[in-house]
């Protein structure tokens, strides 16, 4: 079954640091890119930053760029999310997910997410 | 990279068809034919119902449809039935890798 499992939310403090992480099973991991996406309480979707297969090309939405770095470790199946500099306004669930790949350019699998809370 | 612009709300009986609007800049929506739409039911993850405008993937129901002219991307779905209340949400690739989201809209079945 292909899957997706993020882990690594928790409250953190304003300024703090946090890695989030996404375990993918069930399809040839480093076939696909891969994007984070957040959803604050009662908001929408609000893509975050993306990598491609191999790890070598990586985007970031204006809102999170010189803060957030995305990564992934083809070997171990896995994707990253390292967060600095936390503010308030990135508390919410962080949802990786698959670039369904071949000029499709959408996200066909999800995971359920993770919650981040950013507290003082 | 500002969001998409959806209706907060949309509604119909059953059986009847709805259609939600998404409407972005010429940077995205406009430029690349390359929006997709995802259901999201209360509490779960969501799911790709349309790419590229309007291509379904498979195991997507044949009640829902996309339509893309100009800025303004559409999903109609047909034949409303109550599990199709939920959250949409359209995106659009922006260009550079990147992405953006609509606003989202909420369709109730009454």
């Known amino acids: 079954e292909v899957q997706l499992e993020e882990s690594g939310g928790t409250v953190v403090r304003p300024g703090g640091s946090l890695r989030l992480s996404c375990a993918a099973s069930?399809?040839?991991?480093?076939?696909?890119?891969m994007s984070w996406v957040r959803q604050a309480p009662g908001k929408g979707l609000e893509w975050v930053s993306g990598?491609?297969?191999?790890?070598?090309?990586?985007a970031y939405a204006d809102s999170v760029k010189g803060r957030f770095t995305i990564s992934r470790d083809n070997a171990k199946n896995s994707l990253y999310l390292q967060m600095n500099s936390l503010r308030a306004e990135d508390a919410a669930s962080y949802h990786c997910?698959?670039?369904?790949?071949?000029?499709?350019?959408?996200?066909?699998?999800w995971g359920q997410g993770t919650m981040v809370t950013v507290s003082s | 990279q500002s969001a998409l612009t959806q209706p907060a709300s949309v509604s119909g009986s059953p059986g009847q068809s709805i259609t939600i609007s998404c409407t972005g800049t010429?940077?995205?929506?406009?430029?690349?034919?390359?929006v997709s739409w995802y259901q999201q039911l209360p509490g779960k993850a969501p799911r790709l119902m349309i790419y590229?405008?309007?291509q379904r993937p498979s195991g997507a129901s044949s009640r829902f449809s996309g339509f893309k002219v100009g800025n303004t991307a559409s999903l109609t779905i047909s034949g409303l039935q109550a599990d199709d209340e939920a959250d949409y949400h359209c995106c659009s690739y922006a260009g550079g890798s990147t992405y953006v989201f609509g606003t989202g809209t909420k369709v109730t079945v009454l």
């Open positions: 010429s940077s995205d929506v406009g430029k690349y034919n390359l």
């Open positions: 069930g399809f040839t991991f480093d076939d696909y890119g």
């Open positions: 990598i491609n297969g191999k790890g070598g090309n990586t």
């Open positions: 590229e405008a309007t």
């Open positions: 997910a698959r670039d369904c790949g071949g000029g499709c350019d959408a996200f066909d699998i």
